[in-house]
Nanobody
Framework: QVRLVETGGGLVRPGGSLRLSCIVSGNFLSIRDMGWYRQAPGKQYELVATINEVHNANYADSVKCRFTIFRDNARDTVDLQMLSLEPQDSAIYYC??????????????WGQGTQVTVAA
C-alpha cells in the first residue's frame, strides 16, 4: 500500500509565502514523476508543478517565477515553495506520485490534500 501525506497548508496574507511538503510511504520500488495540483472551489483540477526523477520541472504559467518544486529522492519527498502568494492561489493542493509498485508497473497515487488560503 502506498500513502501520500501533505503538510504545510494554511492561511497567509497576499504577498506571503508557504511551503508544502509531501512524503510518500509504503511498498514500492521507485517513484517516477511527482507533482502538485490544486482545485479551487467551483473550478477544475489544475496542474501546478511537476518534477521527474532527474529533477526536470514544469510549472503552470500562473505560478512560474513564484513557485518552486523540490524533490528529495532519498527521502521520497516533494516540496512546493510558494512565494508572492495571491488570492487566486487559494485552493486545496494535492500531491501526486507516479509509483513503481512492481517491476515496470506504475500507478498514480494522490494525497488527501491540504488547504491553502490567501486572504487579507
Amino acid at each position: 500500500q502506498v500513502r501520500l501525506v501533505e503538510t504545510g497548508g494554511g492561511l497567509v496574507r497576499p504577498g506571503g509565502s508557504l511551503r508544502l511538503s509531501c512524503i510518500v510511504s509504503g511498498n514500492f520500488l521507485s517513484i517516477r514523476d511527482m507533482g502538485w495540483y490544486r482545485q479551487a472551489p467551483g473550478k477544475q483540477y489544475e496542474l501546478v508543478a511537476t518534477i521527474n526523477e532527474v529533477h526536470n520541472a514544469n510549472y503552470a504559467d500562473s505560478v512560474k517565477c513564484r513557485f518552486t518544486i523540490f524533490r528529495d529522492n532519498a527521502r521520497d519527498t516533494v516540496d512546493l515553495q510558494m512565494l508572492s502568494l495571491e488570492p487566486q492561489d487559494s485552493a486545496i493542493y494535492y500531491c501526486r506520485a507516479e509509483v513503481e509498485v512492481t517491476a515496470s508497473v506504475f500507478q498514480d497515487h494522490w494525497g488527501q490534500g491540504t488547504q491553502v488560503t490567501v486572504a487579507a
